[in-house]
Structure formats: structure tokens, C-alpha cells
């Protein structure tokens, strides 16, 4: 304890010296989060600051080991960094697949090499990854995927379509699941690639939602040639890492239930519907629905820290992060309902310099993806059931 108290000391220190106060404050959509890569355009010096900092301190993946850029911290120490940063109002200085989903994997299954070659640019936000895994015909059941990849000897040539890659128009790599023996059984016989977007053979066609805007993508792969050193893993195996890597991208998409640096919902409805003579918002429905959704709101955080602990200690049930999923995302949704409702009629303008472009009425449209992307609410429900409660099939 004297030893976290001493670190916590240090760590406000050091981020009330070091985060830029416009960094303090909530991303205004999402054009104003830090992605990173090579055709990343910073929205502002003191974001650019601001990243650069934490990636000297290693602090964009606090926990990954210094080897690879990370600050070596951890896990009490990550959570009481977590914490100040979120009681300062930090910004996450880097938001990133390649932190939450592939680096993990990289951890695990990577060779030596791999790992130093793309781990250090992870964490400097040098590339900005997507994710090669729905197919027109493969969503929830992913194993039928059919994209191939065949062995040319230095070489593996990939044809195939994969659809809803997220920012895959942005994208510099991507992290890729292929059949790689198509006579193999269904969940054997894929491989786990990764390879340069900007690879002849590629492209990617951008799909429109109704928020108006689009972080999805249909991707195609033409004769794409990647060479044999960028597979993951063992050939025919990568099942396996795509599990694996599937946890990952639940507990990131579960996370969103947690409003971390956001302004309190309270304060978002005091500016538009003004309060009474005691300082209490003036709608005493909405208030206690806000209410009801902040307890709500810290339990889960409570619970996505209890449940890595858990997983820490060699006690967890992979199958937990179906839990945060679904949850978060539902939570996720419920307050992007009250910012609509916090805001009155002003949260429906769609177009405008004040309302940022109608931001808060397209966060609030792009909510409803939440609930299908990386594994619809059904799909984790029935894993729930299964894989948790163990009751039996239908």
C-alpha cells in the first residue's frame, strides 16, 4: 500500500504537470479522438503534445512490458494511473486497435521478432490496424469464413471479401483471419495474417449508416500477395488467436459502458434544461433516470475491474467478457438516450457549427451498431447461458 500510495502521488503529479488542459476535456465526436498512423492529421498541438508524453512515459498500454514501449506497470498500479487519469479528466492519449485487440494477441501467440517489429509502433500510434474477420456469409458464425489463402511457396496469395471492417479506409494494416486448408474442418484450417493495406490487390468501399456517416467498410482482396514471416501463430491454428483476440474486442466494445473522461450527464442537462433554486435539475424524471443510470454505471465499472483481477489471478472465465459486452454496450446506449433527452430539441440538429456537425444525434444513431458489432446481444446472451450459467440447449 505505501508503495501505491507513493505511485498514485507521483502519477497525479506528473499528469497534472504534463496533460494540456484541452486535453482535459471530453472529445467533442469522433474525428477528435487520437487514432494514430501514418495518415493521422492531429487535431491540435496539444494533442500531439499530449500523445507524445505518454508514449515517452510509456503510458498508451501502461501494462505491456517496457520491451515493446509499454510502462512496464502493474495491474494495481495501471488501475490507480485509470483513476487519476479519470479523476483529472484526462483524454486517452491514444485510441487504437492495435492496443486493445491485436497487441494483446501479439503478446500471447507473436514470434520474438513480431513482437519488437510491430509492438513499439503500436504504442507510438506509427500504424493504425483494422480487422479482417465478418464476411458477407460469416458474422456470428464466423468459423464458415471462406476468404483463402493460398501457399506459393515465399508467399501466401489471398482472394475473398470481408465486410464491416471498421475504419478499414483509414486503416495502414490489417489483422486478418484466412482459410488456409479449405479441406480442413470448419473451426481448423485458418490462419491468422497480417499485412499492408496499401498492398496491391486491396481496396475497400465505405458503408453508409444512418448517422450519416460511416467507420464501416466492405474489403476485397484481389491476388494480394503476403509474405510467409507475417503469420501469426501456427498455420491452419489461428482459430485459436481469433478467440483469443474476440475476448479482447468484447471487453474494448464492453468498455464503452464506462463514460470514463465524459462530462456527467447531470451537468449536459443542467446547460440545456437549467436547474431549480436549490441547484437540482429543473426535470425531476430525467434526474432520476440519470441517477439510476450513474449507479448503474459504476457498478459495471467496479465489475470490469474485478473481473481482470479475477482473470489476473488465473480465476476468471473467458466467457466473462460476453458479459461486459452485452452490458456495456446496453449502458453505452442508455446514455447516449439521456444525452438526446438531456438535450431537448437542440440534440436533433443534424447539421451545424454549434451542435458540431449534429454530433450528438449521430453518436446517438451510431449506438445502435454497438449491440451487433463483435458478436450481436443474442450471440452473447446464448454464451452466457452456455458457457457461464451452464444451462442447457434449447
Known amino acids: ?28 465526436n469522433e474525428e477528435d479522438r ?31 512490458p517496457t520491451a515493446y514501449g509499454g510502462g512496464g506497470l502493474s495491474r494495481e498500479e495501471a488501475k490507480v494511473l485509470r483513476a487519476e487519469m ?21 503478446l500471447k501467440y507473436g514470434s520474438e521478432e513480431q513482437k519488437r517489429h510491430y509492438l513499439p509502433q503500436i504504442t507510438r500510434g506509427e500504424i493504425r490496424w483494422c480487422q ?35 475504419y478499414a479506409d483509414k486503416a495502414d494494416w490489417i489483422f486478418c483471419l484466412v482459410r488456409t486448408d479449405p479441406a ?3 473451426h481448423e484450417g485458418i490462419s491468422f495474417l497480417l499485412f499492408d493495406m496499401t498492398s496491391q490487390g ?30 501469426v501463430g501456427t498455420l491452419n491454428k489461428g482459430w485459436d488467436i481469433a478467440k483469443y483476440l474476440l475476448t479482447h474486442e468484447r471487453d474494448m466494445i464492453g468498455s464503452m459502458g464506462d463514460g470514463g473522461a465524459n462530462r456527467p450527464l447531470g451537468q449536459v442537462a ?35 475491474e474485478r473481473a481482470g483481477d479475477m482473470m489476473k489471478a488465473g480465476q476468471g472465465n473467458p466467457a466473462f467478457s460476453s458479459v461486459l459486452k452485452y452490458y456495456g454496450t446496453e449502458l453505452n446506449k442508455r446514455r447516449h438516450e439521456l444525452l438526446m433527452s438531456a438535450g431537448g430539441t437542440d440534440a436533433l ?46
Request: charged share 25%; with cysteine; net charge neutral.
Open 270 to 304: 443542467a446547460q440545456s434544461l437549467g436547474t431549480t433554486a436549490a441547484g437540482e435539475l429543473a426535470d425531476p424524471m430525467l434526474r432520476a433516470d440519470i441517477a439510476h443510470f450513474e449507479i448503474d454505471e459504476a457498478a459495471f465499472r467496479m465489475t470490469m
Open 86 to 106: 479519470r479523476s483529472l479528466g484526462c483524454r486517452s492519449p491514444l485510441d487504437s486497435f492495435g492496443i486493445w485487440m491485436l497487441g494483446p494477441a501479439l
Open 202 to 231: 486491396v481496396s475497400t468501399k465505405p458503408i453508409l449508416l444512418i448517422s450519416g456517416k460511416s467507420p464501416f467498410c466492405e474489403t476485397f482482396f484481389d491476388n494480394v500477395k503476403v509474405p510467409k514471416n507475417q503469420l
Open 34 to 64: 487520437c487514432w494514430g498512423g501514418k495518415r493521422w492529421k492531429f487535431e491540435s498541438a496539444a494533442q500531439r503534445t499530449w500523445l507524445e508524453r505518454m508514449v515517452a512515459k510509456g503510458w498508451t498500454v501502461p501494462e505491456w
Open 132 to 166: 479482417g474477420y465478418s464476411e458477407p456469409n460469416a458474422g456470428s458464425d464466423l468459423a464458415s469464413l471462406q476468404t483463402k489463402a493460398e501457399d506459393k511457396g515465399d508467399h501466401f496469395l489471398i482472394n475473398g471479401q470481408k465486410i464491416w471492417t471498421s
Open 349 to 394: 440538429e443534424w447539421e451545424s457549427d454549434r451542435s458540431h456537425n449534429g454530433a450528438r444525434a449521430r453518436n446517438w444513431l451510431r449506438t445502435k451498431a454497438n449491440s451487433i458489432e463483435g458478436g450481436t446481444s443474442e450471440v452473447q446472451l446464448n454464451i452466457v447461458a452456455k458457457r457461464i450459467l451452464g444451462l442447457p440447449d434449447a
Open 184 to 186: 480442413a474442418k470448419k
Open 1 to 28: 500500500m505505501p508503495d501505491l500510495e507513493t505511485f498514485q502521488r507521483d502519477a497525479r503529479a506528473w499528469l497534472e504537470a504534463n496533460c494540456p488542459p484541452e486535453m482535459r476535456t471530453p472529445p467533442r
